[in-house]
Nanobody, 129 residues
Framework: QVQLVESGGGLVQPGDSLRLSCAVSGRALSDYCIGWFRQAPGKEHENVVAMDGSDGTVDYADSVKGRFTISRDNAKNTIQLLMVNLKPEDTARYYC??????????????????????WGQGTQVTVSK
């Protein structure tokens, strides 16, 4: 069983930056595909980025491409999400999730929340003037 704990959310102004962290325990990061999802009130989970935890291959949603950067530290079993030039539409609760590494490479599974059995508790990001 893998456990995930997010941190780093907060209230920022448009154009600001935030760095979210996800601590992964119980299994090696390299065994998983890791996804960052976000959920705004009244909306479904949206995948913003997925990463192969073994070789670092990544896939970003168009809405965050060029502004969000995911990175990993396999020695520390942590994932970070650097978000720059934040916009009000980025306001949501952000979740780190994990699924079997193979799911990164099967169709569109890496973007599907239903394919991720392991989730953290989430961290709130609010972008407002």
């Amino acid at each position: 069983q893998v456990q995930l704990v997010e941190s780093g959310g907060g209230l920022v102004q448009p154009g600001d930056s935030l760095r979210l962290s996800c601590a992964v325990s119980g299994r090696a990061l390299s065994d998983y595909c890791i996804g960052w999802f976000r959920q705004a009130p009244g909306k479904e989970h949206e995948n913003v980025v997925a990463m192969d935890g073994s070789d670092g291959t990544v896939d970003y949603a168009d809405s965050v491409k060029g502004r969000f950067t995911i990175s990993r530290d396999n020695a520390k079993n942590t994932i970070q999400l650097l978000m720059v030039n934040l916009k009000p539409e980025d306001t949501a609760r952000y979740y780190c999730a994990a699924t079997d590494r193979v799911n990164y490479y099967i169709g569109d599974r890496r973007h599907q929340a239903s394919k991720y059995p392991y989730w953290g508790q989430g961290t709130q990001v609010t972008v407002s003037k």
